[in-house]
């Protein structure tokens, strides 16, 4: 069965830099499009980045130039790297994965970044 586990959020100030990764069990990352979705208090879940299997990757234009989102195959791990953060990009943030025509979710991880 298909599970995946976030790891890396925490708390940062503006300016600063995370890394989230996201651990996945059940599936082959690489034979996937994956992503990360994140959702702020008092909104809706959106779309940050995803990766499809060739490697392309795309972003949300708020964080374009800051977040490079990235697969380990040999750990079968999906990794964020968020660089430059600012208060705006506090949220709880989710790994996806569509595999078989239904989408996976992780169960979200705190990301806070303080002025």
């Known amino acids: 069965q298909v599970q995946l586990v976030e790891s890396g959020g925490g708390l940062v100030q503006a300016g600063g830099s995370l890394t989230l990764s996201c651990a996945a069990s059940?599936?082959?990352?690489?034979?996937?499009?994956v992503g990360w979705f994140r959702q702020a208090p008092g909104k809706q879940r959106s779309f940050v980045a995803r990766i499809s299997p060739t490697g392309t990757a795309s972003y949300t234009d708020s964080v374009k130039g800051r977040f490079t989102i990235s697969r380990d195959n040999a750990k079968n791990t999906l990794n964020l790297q968020m660089d430059s953060l600012n208060p705006e990009d506090t949220a709880v943030y989710y790994c996806n994965a569509f595999v078989s025509y239904q989408y996976f979710w992780g169960q979200g991880i705190q990301v806070t970044v303080s002025s």
């Open positions: 059940g599936i082959t990352l690489s034979s996937h499009t």
